[in-house]
Nanobody, 119 residues
Framework: QVQLVESGGGLVQPGGSLRLSCAAS????????MGWYRQAPGKQRDLVATITGAGVTNYVDSVKGRFTISRDNAKNTLYLQMNSLKPEDTAVYYCNAKRSYGVTTYIYWGQGTQVTVSS
């Protein structure tokens, strides 16, 4: 059973920075794609950024140039560096991982970490 545990959330002022971490219970080499999603109160969970095993990254337009996703395969950890934070970045941030075996894709989620951007 794969477990993903996020950490690094908190309260930060506008313009500040946070780094989120997502530690996996086992090797992340088998995950084809890992990513970060976020869910604001009363809204659906939306994609923030993804990274493939080859290191190809993808970002939603609203975070391009401010957020950086990365993965450390040796530490089995996914990161999200968030700079120039805005109040609209306030949300619960979730780690996501996908693994495929043949025609079956398994999707795993962490429990989420709260990020609040406020003065």
């Amino acid at each position: 059973q794969v477990q993903l545990v996020e950490s690094g959330g908190g309260l930060v002022q506008p313009g500040g920075s946070l780094r989120l971490s997502c530690a996996a219970s086992g090797s992340i080499l088998s995950f084809s794609t890992m990513g970060w999603y976020r869910q604001a109160p009363g809204k659906q969970r939306d994609l923030v950024a993804t990274i493939t095993g080859a290191g190809v990254t993808n970002y939603v337009d609203s975070v391009k140039g401010r957020f950086t996703i990365s993965r450390d395969n040796a530490k089995n950890t996914l990161y999200l560096q968030m700079n120039s934070l805005k109040p609209e970045d306030t949300a619960v941030y979730y780690c996501n991982a996908k693994r495929s075996y043949g025609v079956t894709t398994y999707i795993y989620w962490g429990q989420g970490t709260q990020v609040t951007v406020s003065s």
